[in-house]
């Protein structure tokens, strides 16, 4: 899988059903250990709520786990796995609390409610892409500098950051399929005078 979504970093939103308040929060997460480690957290901060229902999805291994934390079977965590799932999302977690209201829900009650608490969760984070990559840097004159800009943008290559100095340094994220054709495409822009370092190359935010 050359590319994955997941959030960027904890969020948390709330509704109200028939007077029950439901919580739901997500988070990124990178192994089974952090996702174990937030579901602990949510329980210990909320744990005077009725349930606190989770589901959580990782990249390694396709690990897919959910509970429904004493609700009726079927009617917590597989709702909000199917939410995280349809939202393309993976490597996070979410744990939907619910504050028992005194009104049943009955099933059907449950399952819209507890992935309605995972979506208000999902909108609420800022979702990324990671996807395999590569760091470079590109270092050329000031001569040289408007037509480099200019390429890159017309590429739609991500311009991590640029310095003046003596000479200009550009360092730019390259995905992992796209790095023969950039090689090239400098090399042919440049004469073969501007030489891209690698940085270094692994799973980055694109």
Aim: proline share 3%.
């Amino acid at each position: 899988m050359p590319e994955y979504r997941t959030v960027s970093a904890f969020a948390e939103d709330e509704f109200t059903e028939k007077k029950s308040r439901f919580i739901g929060h997500i988070a990124p997460v990178q192994s089974e250990d952090e996702a174990i480690a937030f579901i602990n957290e949510m329980r210990a901060k909320y744990r005077d709520a009725t349930h606190n229902v989770y589901a959580y999805s990782l990249r390694e291994g396709q690990i897919r786990r959910a509970s429904d934390d004493g609700e009726p079977q079927g009617t917590g965590g597989v709702p909000v796995l199917n939410v995280i799932n349809g939202a393309e999302l993976t490597n996070v977690c979410c744990v939907v609390t619910r504050y028992f209201g005194g009104t049943l829900l009955g099933v059907g009650g449950l399952v819209r409610a507890y992935s309605e608490g995972a979506k208000i969760a999902v909108q609420a984070a800022k979702i990324k892409i990671m996807a395999q990559s590569a760091d470079f840097l590109l270092r050329c004159g000031y001569d040289f500098f408007g037509k480099l800009e200019y390429y890159l943008n017309e590429h739609g290559v991500l311009v991590l950051s640029t310095q003046f100095g003596e000479d200009v340094s550009t360092a730019v994220r390259i995905r992992k399929e796209e790095i023969p054709a950039f090689e090239h495409g400098i090399t042919e822009l440049s004469s073969g005078k501007l030489v891209p370092q690698l940085i270094s190359d692994g799973w980055n935010e694109m």
